[in-house]
């Protein structure tokens, strides 16, 4: 059974960082590698939206516009961790979290299916 915990989230001030992690259990390293991973969120009142991905080996990474310079995604295929890095955090970055591995995922058109979800993580950013 694949199980995808996110951890780390929590409130903070602005400008603070946060590390969050997602502990993917239920595939085999050889099976993980397999997948791309990523970490959406969803805002209050507003759609879940894609916040960064990564490729099955970590060599490809991509962030929406919102987040890029300030979030860095990683992952350890061996611990079978995914990782989200979160700097200079604003209080429109306050949403709930969540890891995710996609089914398929295209970097032409940046976009994939997702197979797996985690619950999330709540982050919290006050002024």
């Known amino acids: 059974q694949v199980q995808l915990v996110e951890s780390g989230g929590g409130s903070v001030q602005a400008g603070g960082s946060l590390r969050l992690s997602c502990a993917i259990s239920?595939?085999?390293?050889?099976?993980?590698?397999?997948?791309?991973l990523g970490w959406f969120r969803q805002r209050p009142g507003k759609e879940r939206e894609e916040v960064a991905v990564i490729s099955t080996g970590g060599t490809w990474t991509d962030y929406s516009d919102s987040v890029k310079g300030r979030f860095t995604i990683s992952r350890d295929n061996v611990q079978k961790t995914l990782f989200l890095q979160m700097s200079s955090l604003n209080p429109e970055d306050t949403a709930m979290y969540y890891c995710?591995?996609?089914?398929?995922?295209?970097?032409?058109?940046?976009?994939?299916?997702?197979?797996?979800w985690g619950k999330g993580t709540q982050v919290t950013v006050s002024s």
């Open positions: 239920g595939f085999t390293i050889s099976t993980i590698g397999s997948f791309y």
């Open positions: 995710a591995a996609f089914g398929t995922f295209s970097r032409t058109s940046k976009s994939g299916s997702v197979r797996y």
